[in-house]
């Protein structure tokens, strides 16, 4: 009994070790690689297809050309996009274009438009300026709305201009060398009022760019037009009334 247990333990051990010298001699061996079916993709089709889409959307594309090149107004300068400064030639054309349009089509007082510097993309050149242009400048889709501010949240917005160095505003102006708040105070007291009524982009209105002041507001409403196209119908209207773009600087937001 013990001989067959002997012979059965090591017919065992020969049988592991010809599995592992089998297994290493496959290990050894080359890597063999098969041929797969080739596959391949007919240019010739894939070139009518994309021909016959050029040729599908090829009126569609020629019509946005042509309105994209259509010039709206010209400029007598450049408007550079700047940065670091409280108050630049663009920022101050397209915060007053806003509250000039929205006057006209708001059913109530707009008493201070408030943009922000970061919303315009691009500079306008001197010269032609076309509907694609302002694209580039405006390429978001955001709406103007008019945001009714009490006194305190909009010496929260003075603080906010005050540490941020200056935004697009129109309306007023802001001397940030003299105490702001009783600028403020008298502000409200010569007006007879305990709010204020602020232009801006819906985008901000819901606390973007860190203008949290805006949130939960006396009242909210929509003026009925994007920014975008409200700098479009002024360009429209300055030209036909043979104006160009004028900038100006004028000291709207002073800190020394």
Known sequence: MQFFF????????KKVVAVVFITFLLACQPAVYEKTQDSSINIIETTIEHQQATVLISPYKEKLEK?????????????????????T????????LSMEIA????DGNIDVCMLNFGGLRTSLPKGEITRGKIFELMPF???LVVVTLSEIKFLELMEYLKNVGGQPISGLSFDFTIN???????????????????????????????????????NYEKVGIKLRDAIIQYC????AQG???NGKIEGRIIYE
């Not at 030639?89 to 007053?96: P, R, S």
């Not at 006057?103 to 708001?106: D, E, N």
């Not at 429209?236 to 030209?239: D, G, L, P, R, T």
């Open 236 to 239: 429209v209207e300055q030209h």
């Open 67 to 87: 309105e994209m090149n259509e010039v709206l107004v010209l400029s007598a300068e450049e408007f550079p996009k700047e940065k670091g400064k409280p108050e």
């Open 103 to 106: 006057q006209k089509i708001h």
């Open 141 to 143: 889709e955001n709406e």
């Open 6 to 13: 002997l012979t059965y333990q090591f017919s065992a051990i």
């Open 89 to 96: 030639k663009l920022g101050n054309l397209v915060a007053d």
């Open 180 to 218: 702001i708040e009783n600028e403020i105070k008298n502000l409200f007291s010569q007006e007879g009022t305990s709010e204020i009524n602020i232009l801006t982009s819906d985008y901000l209105a819901n606390g973007g760019d860190n203008m949290t002041f805006f949130l939960n507001p006396i």
């Open 243 to 245: 104006k160009q773009l």
